[in-house]
């Protein structure tokens, strides 16, 4: 008897500790059976303590007086499915006659409390069917990507989001974004983890780092052209304006809109080509985007106008030819001068870090989903990294980004470097890496100072 009470504690201590330290092997090991077994045993009462139950219909009312039973009770929404995940459960259930889904998306806070989970969240699959997906933990306090993601071609796992789901970054499904976000609020981080989840792949990169490439030239092994100040940028971005032109020469060469030829097989962009005629893709990475955009006398004016207009060409025009831009900056609006409210709205996909003032967050979100604003001002100042991820769709997400150390991107970057596509218009900006200059003769004088 003394061993079984011994062993109980020895179990109870180590879910305690695990809970305060491991949250997400606590979830694994007892966690999501706890969990479980809570929602299965209390799921009607609570349905029925938060609102979400239906009295019972005429005829079981009718049918219940006739056999002498007692009275049925009100009815929640039937459980259709609960699956436990990684980081929490996913419970799927069919709405009652009468029931909406915007009841239950009211009613999320109060699930929380009442099953003693940590978040929830709900949406709509389809007509009467609604999917509640809850967290165990703070799934944002220490990100763990899964090891298991979607590998469909440019769909980038980035992030994780507060429901515990992947967040990616589709770049055939939102070709450009922009991502806003104070000083060190994780702006280079994200786009540290997009270059290491992009180096594996038949993808070129491209780089315009302002802030004199400190963030971007320590991965030049896996870039196909970099530029670290405002005029290389503007010549690169000319380059790639005449690459786009080029690509288009080979989607029209390839075109063929004859009749015999199937709807299916005419190229309308570089995924309609035979892959071995289609040109690499292009994902053009801008950080400290204002840089780009100030001017201090009429020569860096005419500079700023040339990158702006190049920038709004490849936004209007890049994504046939495969030219992704993703566009990272502290601000990025009207102020910055004639051009850029325009290029701001071909930047579909929207990524806020936290911002000081909700100008600032108007930038990303104003024109697409007005509460993604207050989201992103409400970001606290040590959570780094959390970020508000928003598409032209009007939905938004909470994501963060794992804390992906430079020296750890380097290394990814250099086991991938064989993949550095070269393109012809980009050549002169490939950059020039230490380990590839000739190395100097050694000289007599260290064997001088030595005799
Ligand atoms: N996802 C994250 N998880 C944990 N810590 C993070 C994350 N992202 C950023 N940080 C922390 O915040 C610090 C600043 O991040 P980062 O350099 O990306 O900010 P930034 O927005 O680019 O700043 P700046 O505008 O000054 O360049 C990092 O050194 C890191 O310690
Ligand atoms: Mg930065």
């Known amino acids: 008897m003394t061993w079984l009470l011994a062993v109980v504690l020895l179990v109870v201590a180590t879910a305690l500790v695990l809970r305060w330290r491991r949250p997400a092997w606590y979830w694994l090991t007892f966690g999501v059976t706890l969990a479980a077994l809570r929602i299965l045993i209390h799921y009607g009462s609570v349905m029925d303590a938060c609102g979400l139950t239906v009295p019972p219909s005429r005829w079981r009312l009718r049918l219940a007086r006739m056999t002498n039973r007692d009275m049925p009770g009100p009815r929640a929404p039937r459980i259709l499915r609960l699956k436990p995940t ?7 259930i069919k709405l009652r006659p009468g ?7 009211a009613s999320t806070d109060r699930l929380r ?28 306090k220490k990100v763990h990507m899964p090891a298991k993601t979607d590998l469909a071609p440019m769909r980038i796992p980035v992030a994780l ?47 315009i780092d302002c802030k004199q490439g400190v963030e971007l030239f320590p991965l030049a092994r896996r870039f196909s052209a970099l530029a670290d100040n405002p005029d290389t940028a503007a010549e690169l971005l000319d380059a790639l304006v005449d690459h786009m032109e080029g690509v288009y020469q080979t989607i029209r060469a390839h075109q063929g809109v004859a009749s015999g030829i199937p709807d299916a097989e005419i190229a309308a962009d570089i995924w309609d080509l035979p892959k071995d005629l289609r040109p690499v893709p292009i994902v053009v990475l801008v950080d400290e985007v204002a840089e780009l955009a100030l001017y201090a006398n009429k020569i860096e004016e005419k500079r700023r106008d040339r990158i702006i207009t190049a ?20 601000r990025f609006g009207s102020e910055l001068g004639k051009g850029i409210t325009m290029l701001r709205a071909q930047l579909s996909g929207r990524t806020a870090h936290r911002v000081n003032d909700e100008s600032s967050a108007n930038m990303a979100f104003g024109d697409i989903a007005p509460d993604a604003v207050l989201a992103a001002i409400s970001i606290p100042a040590d959570m780094k990294g959390v970020a508000i ?51 100097p003769a050694p000289t007599s004088k260290p064997a001088a100072a030595a005799a």
């Open 311 to 330: 920038l709004v060409r490849l936004a209007q025009l890049g994504r046939a030819a495969g030219v992704y831009l993703e566009i990272c900056g502290q």
């Open 99 to 105: 029931q909406d889904a915007f009841d239950v998306a």
């Open 389 to 439: 991820s928003g598409d032209s769709t009007g939905g938004w997400s909470r994501i963060r980004a794992p804390h992906l150390s430079l020296r750890k991107a380097v290394n990814i970057c250099n086991r991938h470097a064989k993949r550095t596509p070269d393109l012809p218009e980009l050549a002169p900006f490939r950059p020039v890496l230490p380990h590839l200059k000739p190395i």
């Open 113 to 140: 409390h009442s099953f003693a989970l940590y978040g929830v969240s709900s949406r709509e699959l389809r007509s009467g069917v609604v999917e509640l997906r809850m967290t165990g933990y703070d799934v944002l």
């Open 161 to 207: 989001r507060e429901d515990g789901a992947v967040h990616y970054r589709d770049y055939r499904a939102i070709p450009h974004a922009l991502t806003l976000g104070a000083t060190e609020s994780g702006k280079s981080v994200y786009l540290r983890n997009l270059v290491a989840e992009l180096a594996p792949r038949d993808v070129a990169l491209v780089g």
């Open 86 to 92: 990684r980081t929490g459960l996913v419970l799927r």
